[in-house]
């Protein structure tokens, strides 16, 4: 589930997709409206990844080691974090 701050009308969000997940190489990106700004944090809060992304975009994870990570993603349009397991 995902913690939405900050949007014009949650209504009306149609917010970005990333995966597969559990994912372990690399993360797809769709249904992105404007350049996003991806946020990858350890479960600790230590930065890992960061990374502006477009519509389509791949992510490359497969340097991480596995476990869970928080995904945040900052835009015009909204800010969320979600949980992104890596194998």
Excluded at 40 to 68: A, Q, R
């Amino acid at each position: 589930s995902a913690l939405t701050v900050g949007t014009r009308d949650p209504a009306r969000l149609n917010p970005p997709v990333f995966y597969p997940t559990p994912a372990s190489c690399e993360l797809q990106v769709a249904n992105i409206p404007s350049e996003t700004l991806v946020n990858l944090y350890t479960i600790t809060g230590e930065l890992v990844l960061s990374k502006i992304i477009k519509d389509h975009d791949i992510i490359d994870i497969h340097s991480l080691p596995g476990g869970i990570y928080n995904l945040q993603w900052c835009n015009a349009e909204a800010t969320a974090t979600l949980k992104l397991i890596k194998q």
